[in-house]
Each structure stands twice: as structure tokens, then as C-alpha cells.
């Protein structure tokens, strides 16, 4: 399984950015997809997830600013990042897990939150 994310970049503090990830290779079943993230000097955290199903869990510094969304038939999921701010800042990693449990991880796309 291969991940590949899109949409990183340098936006100003209160910007927005859509982060996007598709999965390819072969793919069972999808447990749920989601973005982690990880700033410079700390571990990586959880940003939002999403199941097969369209339940959703994000992580308490981003409800309400941050959606997840999913496409099944294209194994893509998105991030919709608004309101940014500096500590936004981070290499937003991809994740897909399978309903064995077994977790896959794209390469990070970097966001830079600054003015």
C-alpha cells in the first residue's frame, strides 16, 4: 500500500490549506484513514481520523477548525484546514489502517504556518 499526500505549503496565520491523500497498491479492507502530525522537537499526534463508515474523531485543538472527509471509491482522504495558526505548523503524515489493524504511512507533507 502506498500513500501519497498533497497539498502542503506555506499559508499566513487565519489561512486555509486541503490537504489530500490517496492510497494505491492493494488495498483489503480500509478501517479508517486519518492525518497525524508531527512539529518540529515533539512526537507525532493525532490530527483527525475517519472510518469506512464516516465516523470521525479529531483531536481537541482542532474541532472546529479542521475537517476530515473521505472518498471511498477513490481510497482518498482530505484534511480541510482553516483558521491556521503558527502552531498549526508540522509535517502532516498520512494514515490508512486496515481492519487486520495493520497501519500504513505516507511520507508527510510539510505546513508552515507564518506571516
Known amino acids: 500500500v502506498q500513500l501519497q499526500a498533497f497539498g502542503g505549503g506555506l499559508v499566513q496565520p487565519g489561512g486555509s490549506l486541503r490537504l489530500s491523500c490517496a492510497a494505491s497498491?492493494?488495498?483489503?479492507?480500509?478501517?479508517?484513514m486519518g492525518w497525524y502530525r508531527q512539529a518540529p522537537g515533539k512526537q507525532r499526534e493525532l490530527v483527525a481520523t475517519?472510518?469506512?463508515?464516516?465516523?470521525?474523531n479529531y483531536a481537541d485543538s482542532e474541532k472546529g477548525r479542521f475537517t476530515i472527509s473521505r472518498d471511498n471509491a477513490k481510497n482518498t482522504v482530505y484534511l480541510q484546514m482553516n483558521s491556521l495558526k503558527p502552531e498549526d505548523t508540522a509535517v502532516y503524515y498520512c494514515?490508512?489502517?486496515?481492519?487486520?489493524?495493520?497501519?500504513?504511512w505516507g511520507k508527510g507533507t510539510l505546513v508552515t504556518v507564518s506571516s
Open positions: 475517519i472510518s469506512s463508515g464516516g465516523s470521525t
Open positions: 494514515n490508512l489502517r486496515n481492519s487486520y489493524g495493520k497501519d500504513y
Open positions: 497498491g492493494t488495498i483489503f479492507s480500509i478501517a479508517a
